[in-house]
């Protein structure tokens, strides 16, 4: 079977993590089935007069000459007359937001998406139409696992200068409301008078690195917040040493709060987004405001059963996902 994947995951908008998840699973498809042909991004490799010609007319030559049995794209959707092979979309949440191309989701012979939630505002959106939708979850990196005293002392002197932290997963970016979370933890340390710090990993939107930098310069507790340069730093190893972790931003896919629940750490995450209804039982919820967050961190803090009722909800749900898993779904969408 020849199998077409247009993931073009630097054009289309996905999250991080939803790049993860691609590449991670086809990773181990090409590899756990080499009896099918995986030809990756088929229509960025033209050459001769081919690549002259529109996108749209291109893809039609293109995919005459490759005759596929399946397309999985992550972007743009062809409709079901160009061509007689099974078309599959990626649906990531960038597209939940912008609710761009929507009328375009009746032309795949099926729609893929990581969370049930999603699944949910489709169907609620497109009623009435008949669209086939699957949910196929992610799971926590391989990498991620419980850390041990002496690698929490050393992550802690290294990152935190010996001391406690609370671990944040938030992109930066002029409408992303990450001042909520440094309020949030201003309010903690008022009421606790500690000296725990903030470690934070995510993204600075270009063009607003020296707006951050001068609005975190006044900040009063700027010397206990620390960003971490996710293409140096270890961000799994150094998550799995924290006191608790804050997931602030929307995550269809889950990998967040899933490296949480293998690492040990309890998590605050909004309930709103979730990606699987069945785990709002293993973290403390919290929209993305100062007074809930500050609430949830206070609660961390004093309350060591709750933790540890945190930790053990966790270990129990990561155990339900595996890549094992998704590339089964994966595959029972490809042959089905």
Known sequence: MRILLDLSINKYGLTPNEIFFLSKCFQLLTKEHP??????????????????????IKKTLLLERLQPQVLITTGEVLKKSTGNFKQIYFYNQENEKNKKDNSALRHPSLIVTTSTTLKKKITASHAGKEMQITVIPAAPPDEIREADWSEKLSVKEKYADGR??????????????????????????????????????????????????????SYKYQADVRLLDQEVDDVDGILSTAFGCICADPDHTGICLLSCFKAGVPAISSAVELFDEEVSGAFLPALPAADELSRQLINLYRDEQLREMLVEKGKEMHLRYSWKKSTEKWMESILG
Do not use: R
Not at 171 to 180: H, K, L, Q, V, Y
């Open 35 to 56: 009896e099918h042909e995986w030809i990756f991004d088929p229509f960025q490799k033209t050459k001769g007069a081919i690549s002259l010609l529109p996108l749209g």
């Open 164 to 217: 406690e932290f609370f671990f944040c997963f938030k992109e930066i970016g002029p409408a992303s409301n990450w001042e909520e979370v440094l309020k949030a933890f201003s309010i903690f340390k008022k009421w606790q008078q500690s000296s725990f710090k903030l470690v934070i990993a995510g993204k600075i939107e270009s063009g607003f690195k020296e707006q951050f930098a001068e609005k975190l310069g």
